[in-house]
């Protein structure tokens, strides 16, 4: 089975950057689409952004559309989230996950990280 594994959280200000990374082990992500959530304190886990097994279609929710961005290396066995001009909603702990049927929501993800600190102050 696969095990994600995130890292690349941190602390920053607003305005600022990060870049998670999501590492298969055990398994490849190959033939998995990959998914990004996150989860605030009292707050239901979000979808955040998914890649498509071969890499060709992105799906993003609209709080993130147009300042983050999901890509994936299959040679490296990594998928990647780019957040520019991070903002203080975002703070959360962001969770990578793979499945064969993943999308836009956590149906379809069967394997899930244990997921990356990400707090953004203003």
């Known amino acids: 089975q696969v095990r994600p594994v995130e890292s690349g959280g941190g602390s920053v200000q607003a305005g600022a950057s990060l870049s998670l990374s999501c590492a298969a082990t055990?398994?490849?992500?190959?033939?998995?689409?990959v998914g990004w959530f996150r989860q605030a304190p009292g707050r239901e886990r979000e979808f955040v952004a998914a890649i498509s097994w071969d890499g060709r279609r992105t799906v993003y929710a609209d709080s993130v559309q147009g300042r983050f961005t999901i890509s994936r290396d299959d040679a490296k066995n990594t998928g990647t989230l780019q957040m520019n001009n991070l903002r203080p909603e975002d703070t959360a702990v962001y969770y990578c996950?793979?499945?064969?049927?993943?999308?836009?929501?956590?149906?379809?993800?069967?394997?899930w990280g244990q997921g990356t600190q990400v707090t953004v102050s203003s």
């Open positions: 055990g398994r490849t992500f190959i033939h998995f689409s």
């Open positions: 996950a793979a499945g064969v049927s993943g999308w836009d929501t956590s149906r379809g993800y069967t394997y």
